[in-house]
Nanobody, 124 residues
Framework: QVQLVESGGGLVQAGGSLRLSCAAS????????MGWFRQAPGKEREFVSA????????YYADSVKGRFNISRDNAKNTVYLQMNSLKPEDTAVYYC?????????????????WGQGTQVTVSS
């Protein structure tokens, strides 16, 4: 079992930046691939980014490529999502998720554990 707790969300103006953190506890964090998803009101949860246990493979949704950066610190059991050049359409609840294999997938069903989410609101 892995417990995930997100933090770092908030209200920011368009063009601003936020850094989300996801702290993990429980089983060995470094053996899990980690992902970030988001869900806007009335929409399905969508993939944002993912990273393998080593940090050697990163993957981004086209909508955030070039603006968001995912990273992890296995010593701190934490994964980060640096979000730059934020747009109003980035407004959503952001969730981190853990996957028990090292193959990155972009579907919600591919992840075994989820955090409770953190709200990100980008004003125009």
């Amino acid at each position: 079992q892995v417990q995930l707790v997100e933090s770092g969300g908030g209200l920011v103006q368009a063009g601003g930046s936020l850094r989300l953190s996801c702290a993990a506890s429980g089983r060995t964090f470094s053996s899990y691939a980690m992902g970030w998803f988001r869900q806007a009101p009335g929409k399905e949860r969508e993939f944002v980014s993912a990273i393998t246990w080593s940090g050697g493979t990163l993957y981004y949704a086209d909508s955030v490529k070039g603006r968001f950066n995912i990273s992890r610190d296995n010593a701190k059991n934490t994964v980060y999502l640096q979000m730059n050049s934020l747009k109003p359409e980035d407004t959503a609840v952001y969730y981190c998720a853990a996957r028990g294999t090292q193959v990155i997938v972009t579907t919600t069903r591919g992840y075994d554990f989820w955090g409770q989410g953190t709200q990100v609101t980008v004003s125009s």
